[in-house]
Each structure stands twice: as structure tokens, then as C-alpha cells.
């Protein structure tokens, strides 16, 4: 069965840091990938998706990057944290046939906390 | 551009009571809907999804949505109850055809009385 690994679960940084959030599948393989935010109240934001190595698709522009260096792995960076990075940070893959038309199975999360 | 609406932020019931969550959808075409349930400091969890067929779709926890294309509608609804669907639910819709975005509604926080 597939299983979707997100890390870490909790992170405390201060402003201006740097970030990195990796995100891994396993038991698929040429998944679509995604990250998003989720603010209280907000609903979920698509911030990146990824449909296949080094495709990165940005849905708002921002201080963050996505990169996917392996077919299952995603990652989420920033250069400079700001404090309106803070949040809950959570990866989703589908599979990768069609155009998604096929459900998205999300990680745990993590939750950033920007100092 | 599509959208969902989920009227009713925050609903308390009594455990044993039955539930509906109510989803309004705005699409151009036959939408995928999806709800997913989500428990504090945890990720989202698949209910259930409806692509086409029947309208009324059974998923997992024994929770069931029911598609009404005239209302575009789909609202979750469970029989009975139990203390541990306490956790907050989000109904989805999308993508559009060559797109990969899901579009979710704000969530609704179900709460349940012992």
C-alpha cells in the first residue's frame, strides 16, 4: 500500500532562516506531488505540484520554492523565513494518470512557527 | 472559477444523533467531489469521492455523501454519531480538465455532546 511520509512534524525557526520541509511516497511511483498551507479559518492553499521529476508548478507567489529532486520525493524551501510563513504545512500526492481525477492522500503535516 | 461553500462553520450534535454536513459546489462541467475529515494536528483523510454513477456514494466511518447535481449539492451524512468524529471536515471539488488544483471549502468543526 502506499504511505506518504512528512518531516519534521514541528518546527520553530526565527525570521529570516532558512527552510526545508521534505515529503516522500512510497508504494507508487510517478505520482503527482503537492504542498500546501493551511491557515486557520482559511481553508487549504495550493502552494506547488509537481508532475514529475524537476516539474514544479507554483499556484502563488511567495517566499517559498518547491524542488523534486527523485520521483517521489518533494521538497519545500525558503531562503528567508517572514512570519507570514508561519502555519501548517501539509503534502499531498495522487496518482499520476489522468488529470486528477484521482483522490489526493495527504501526509500528517508540519507545523512551522516562525520567531 | 470553481467553488465550494460550506455553510455551517461549527456544528455540535449529541453522540447517537445523526449528522449532514452541508457542501455547495460552483463547477462548469460533472464535477469529482471529495470530502475528507481531518483531526486536530493531523493531515486530511479521504471519506469518500464521487466521480460519476450512483449519486449516493458510502465511504469509510460510515459516512455517506449524496450528489445533487440540480443543487449542487453534496452533503455528507451519517446515522449515528460516535465521539470520535469529533475532528473538522472538508468537502473538495475539481480539477478542471488539463488542471490538478482541488478547490476546498473552509471546513466545518464538528463538536459531539457524550
Known amino acids: 500500500s502506499q504511505t506518504i511520509h512528512q518531516w519534521p512534524a514541528t518546527l520553530v525557526q526565527p525570521v529570516g532562516s532558512p527552510l526545508s520541509l521534505e515529503c516522500t511516497v512510497e508504494?507508487?511511483?510517478?505520482?503527482?506531488l503537492y504542498w500546501y498551507r493551511q491557515a486557520a479559518g482559511r481553508g487549504l492553499q495550493l502552494l506547488f505540484y509537481?508532475?514529475?521529476?524537476g516539474q514544479i508548478s507554483s499556484e502563488v507567489p511567495q517566499n517559498l520554492s518547491a524542488s523534486r529532486p527523485q520521483d517521489r520525493q518533494f521538497i519545500l524551501s525558503s531562503k528567508k523565513l517572514l512570519l507570514s510563513d508561519s502555519g501548517f504545512y501539509l503534502c499531498?500526492?495522487?496518482?499520476?494518470w489522468g488529470f486528477g481525477n484521482q483522490p489526493q492522500h495527504f501526509g500528517d503535516g508540519t507545523r512551522l512557527s516562525i520567531l | 472559477a470553481q467553488s465550494v461553500t460550506q455553510p455551517d462553520i461549527h456544528i455540535t450534535v449529541s453522540e447517537g444523533a445523526s449528522l449532514e454536513l452541508r457542501c455547495n459546489y460552483s463547477y462548469g462541467a460533472t464535477p469529482y467531489l471529495f470530502w475528507y475529515v481531518q483531526s486536530p494536528g493531523q493531515g486530511l483523510q479521504l471519506l469518500l469521492k464521487?466521480?460519476?454513477?450512483?449519486?449516493l456514494v458510502q465511504g469509510i466511518k460510515g459516512f455517506e455523501a449524496e450528489f445533487k447535481r440540480s443543487q449542487s449539492s453534496f452533503n455528507l451524512r451519517k446515522p449515528s454519531v460516535h465521539w470520535s468524529d469529533a475532528a473538522e471536515y472538508f468537502c473538495a471539488v475539481g480539477p478542471y480538465a488539463g488542471s490538478y488544483q482541488l478547490t476546498f471549502g473552509k471546513g466545518t468543526k464538528l463538536s459531539v455532546i457524550p
Open positions: 508504494g507508487t511511483s510517478n505520482p503527482n
Open positions: 509537481s508532475v514529475g521529476i
Open positions: 464521487y466521480f460519476s454513477g450512483d449519486t
Open positions: 499531498a500526492w495522487s496518482g499520476g
